[in-house]
């Protein structure tokens, strides 16, 4: 099956050798091609260029894109998607002034979540999950990272990962499951943190393992979470355990997770609102991926990681929406891009590099996805007819997608 989409008003991210991520002053360059061609063959991207040297081909599929920009679909890479119920209670305690953490203490948060989940059966889980996925995709994202964290038992975590597999299973979006059995410390275990650590290492990680339902680990290293040396022993079972680390760090404070995480080689760091000098620097020349998380910045009313800053010192950064109950409960990337622009000051080109190249790297599928290049899959987002590409992060509230393909289809 070929198709051909013509009269692209702007091509954008356009990779012709693959590139698996930008950093510093690479982040401001969006290569792009002005009235552009595309060709699809079945899943992957088979070629592009500009209008004028369109080949003779003949395709099944013929989509004029006049006036509408072209670009790959966002690649998400930190979600917690899979989750039952809601927290919107909470989110009313949080306007009439309790925190984020006054709720936690209290056994709201994620403990709230994993009660949920846990009084939750595993179909019907699916079922709310599935929903959400189905949300996203037509907002535009065609790679997702989803994390488990909500159950915090061995049947909770491995019932949130059997649920990740069968979205993989079902969808055609790129889907990469973390496991994140150290989210919270269960009530049960709140005099015995080593008792906990323990069951993750010696029961859910051989588990997890042996039916192979994680390609990552995750672990919460903050304040009254998981300490950074806790942190260290469950990346290092992780490891063992073929499991790479993408892990939350600096939400509320600098206590030492990113160093630790660079030690480990972690895929990613994420959250960063609160980012000190060391921080930046321990990040220079590694391989992990900074993540930043806005519409977590922009629910809380936390600060927002310092982009400026960290591409100023040479940083690559990828943008991720962290849909989750508690502290995000919104998968739109269109509108990360654009709080990303508007409160971190990032520009549109950066923004959209960190979205799709960058959100690619920090969840392992940029040999596949997150830029326009042959071979890669045929991930799409076509835009209603638009005046400039800076209308995604100008235009925040509106939705701007007229239509999505994801490996060559449109979502119907
Ligand atoms: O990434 N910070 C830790 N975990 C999630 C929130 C979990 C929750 O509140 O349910 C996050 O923000
Ligand atoms: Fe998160």
Same mark, same amino acid.
């Given at each position: 099956?070929?198709t %051909?989409?013509?009269? #692209?008003k702007e091509?954008?991210?356009?990779?012709e050798?693959?590139?698996?991520?930008?950093?510093g002053?690479?982040?401001?360059?969006l290569?792009t091609?002005?009235?552009?061609?595309?060709?699809?063959k079945?899943?992957?991207?088979?070629d592009?260029?500009?209008?004028e040297?369109?080949?003779?081909i003949?395709?099944?599929?013929?989509i004029d894109a006049?006036?509408?920009i072209?670009?790959p679909?966002?690649c998400d890479s930190?979600?917690h998607?899979?989750?039952?119920?809601n927290?919107?209670q909470e989110?009313?305690?949080?306007?009439?002034?309790f925190s984020y953490?006054?709720i936690a203490n209290r056994g709201?948060?994620?403990?709230?979540s994993?009660?949920?989940?846990?009084?939750?059966?595993e179909?019907?889980i699916y079922?709310q999950s599935? %929903?959400?996925?189905?949300?996203?995709?037509n907002?535009g994202?065609?790679?997702i990272e989803i994390k488990s964290?909500?159950?915090?038992t061995?049947?909770?975590e491995?019932?949130?990962?059997?649920?990740?597999?069968?979205l993989?299973e079902?969808?055609?979006?790129?889907?990469?499951?973390?496991?994140?059995g150290?989210?919270?410390f269960?009530l049960h275990y709140k005099?015995n943190?080593?008792g906990?650590?323990e069951e993750i #290492?010696?029961?859910m990680?051989p588990?997890i393992s042996k039916?192979?339902l994680?390609d990552y680990?995750?672990?919460?290293c903050?304040s009254?979470y998981?300490?950074?040396?806790?942190?260290?022993?469950?990346?290092?079972?992780?490891?063992q355990?073929?499991l790479?680390?993408k892990?939350?760090?600096?939400?509320?404070n600098?206590i030492?997770?990113?160093?630790?995480?660079?030690?480990f080689?972690?895929? *990613?760091v994420?959250?960063?609102e609160?980012?000190n000098i060391e921080d930046?620097?321990?990040l220079k020349?590694?391989?992990?991926?900074?993540?930043?998380l806005?519409s977590c910045s922009?629910?809380?009313s936390i600060? $927002?990681?310092?982009?400026?800053?960290? #591409?100023?010192?040479?940083?690559?950064?990828?943008?991720?929406t962290?849909f989750?109950?508690g502290?995000?409960p *919104?998968?739109n990337?269109?509108?990360v891009?654009a709080t990303?622009?508007i409160k971190m000051k990032?520009t549109?080109?950066?923004?959209i590099?960190a979205?799709?190249?960058n959100?690619?790297?920090?969840?392992?599928? *940029?040999?596949?996805?997150g *830029?326009i290049?042959?071979?890669?899959k045929?991930? %799409?987002i076509?835009?209603?007819?638009?005046?400039? $590409?800076?209308?995604?992060?100008?235009?925040?509230?509106s939705?701007?997608?007229?239509s999505?393909?994801?490996?060559g289809?449109?979502?119907?």
């Amino acid at each position: 099956m070929t198709t %051909l989409i013509i009269n #692209i008003k702007e091509l954008l991210q356009v990779r012709e050798t693959p590139v698996y991520k930008v950093s510093g002053p690479e982040m401001a360059i969006l290569p792009t091609i002005k009235n552009a061609f595309l060709i699809l063959k079945d899943n992957l991207i088979a070629d592009f260029g500009a209008m004028e040297n369109l080949p003779e081909i003949t395709a099944d599929k013929i989509i004029d894109a006049s006036g509408r920009i072209v670009l790959p679909t966002w690649c998400d890479s930190h979600t917690h998607i899979v989750y039952a119920g809601n927290r919107e209670q909470e989110f009313v305690d949080r306007i009439n002034g309790f925190s984020y953490e006054e709720i936690a203490n209290r056994g709201g948060g994620i403990l709230n979540s994993a009660k949920k989940l846990n009084e939750t059966s595993e179909e019907e889980i699916y079922e709310q999950s599935r %929903l959400r996925l189905e949300e996203v995709m037509n907002l535009g994202t065609g790679a997702i990272e989803i994390k488990s964290g909500y159950g915090l038992t061995v049947e909770g975590e491995l019932k949130m990962l059997r649920v990740i597999k069968k979205l993989a299973e079902n969808y055609p979006v790129a889907i990469k499951a973390t496991f994140l059995g150290a989210h919270a410390f269960p009530l049960h275990y709140k005099e015995n943190k080593a008792g906990y650590i323990e069951e993750i #290492i010696t029961k859910m990680l051989p588990e997890i393992s042996k039916n192979k339902l994680a390609d990552y680990i995750d672990v919460f290293c903050e304040s009254g979470y998981f300490s950074v040396e806790e942190t260290e022993k469950i990346m290092e079972a992780g490891i063992q355990f073929g499991l790479k680390p993408k892990i939350h760090v600096n939400q509320f404070n600098s206590i030492g997770g990113i160093q630790s995480g660079v030690k480990f080689k972690a895929l *990613s760091v994420d959250h960063l609102e609160i980012m000190n000098i060391e921080d930046i620097e321990a990040l220079k020349d590694s391989e992990t991926m900074p993540v930043a998380l806005p519409s977590c910045s922009y629910f809380l009313s936390i600060p $927002y990681t310092p982009a400026r800053e960290m #591409i100023k010192a040479g940083l690559p950064l990828a943008l991720a929406t962290d849909f989750n109950p508690g502290s995000t409960p *919104s998968g739109n990337m269109n509108f990360v891009v654009a709080t990303a622009c508007i409160k971190m000051k990032m520009t549109p080109e950066e923004a959209i590099n960190a979205a799709t190249i960058n959100g690619a790297y920090a969840m392992g599928v *940029s040999k596949t996805h997150g *830029s326009i290049t042959k071979g890669k899959k045929a991930n %799409l987002i076509i835009s209603k007819p638009i005046s400039s $590409y800076y209308q995604i992060p100008y235009a925040f509230g509106s939705n701007l997608i007229e239509s999505v393909i994801i490996e060559g289809k449109l979502l119907a």
